[in-house]
């Protein structure tokens, strides 16, 4: 079973409550697999993620967690996909991100690909935009592989923005003239 640094990150896939489950369930009957055993409790045996990096134009769709563990070779596609664009540094992806992203889907009832517009950041790179945007924090959880700027196909940006806020898994910010939020695993927070 998943074990997050954080205990209240443990409750997080555990609190995926049964309606919502089910309706994620009913979208993802053919990839995604649900043990007998916890199907009530949501839990489910594989966690996959899709991701379109608006930068560089890459795919991937990964199932990054199975049979009760992560699966390093997944993980590292997807820390290749999310590295910094301008720098082109590439960096670990906190698990309890891919986790929290997974549990986002979840809620907005979507399997589509998120579109990434910031993953990884370099501290040269988070430099550089402190200089030109107001908007980037000098230690920001993007250099920390703990944050991501993200949309959804099909999905409207308040929506996801909300649904963000529920989970209460960490900062949730929303950029509505930029078309993206950001989600990290920092402190419960959001602006």
Request: hydrophobic share 35%.
């Amino acid at each position: 079973m998943y074990q997050s640094k954080d205990p209240a990150r443990q409750e997080l896939l555990a609190g995926i409550n049964r309606r919502d489950f089910l309706r994620f369930g009913a979208m993802t009957t053919a990839t995604l697999l649900v043990s007998p055993a916890v199907a009530g409790m949501g839990a489910a045996v594989e966690r996959s993620l899709g991701f379109h990096n608006t930068h560089t134009g890459e795919t991937l769709a990964a199932t990054y967690w199975a049979e009760g563990s992560y699966i390093k070779s997944e993980l590292q596609d997807i820390n290749i996909l999310l590295r910094d664009h301008r720098s082109g540094d590439v960096y670990p992806i906190d698990t309890d991100l891919l986790d929290l992203l997974f549990v986002l889907q979840a809620t907005v009832g979507s399997r589509k690909a998120y579109q990434v517009i910031s993953g990884y950041r370099s501290p040269s790179t988070n430099a550089s935009l402190r200089k030109t945007s107001s908007g980037v924090a000098k230690h920001s959880y993007h250099m920390q592989g703990k944050a991501i700027d993200i949309r959804l196909s099909g999905c409207d940006l308040k929506q996801l923005h909300t649904a963000a806020l529920s989970i209460e898994g960490g900062g949730v910010g929303y950029y509505p003239g930029s078309d993206f939020i950001h989600v990290d695993v920092g402190p419960l927070r959001s602006w």
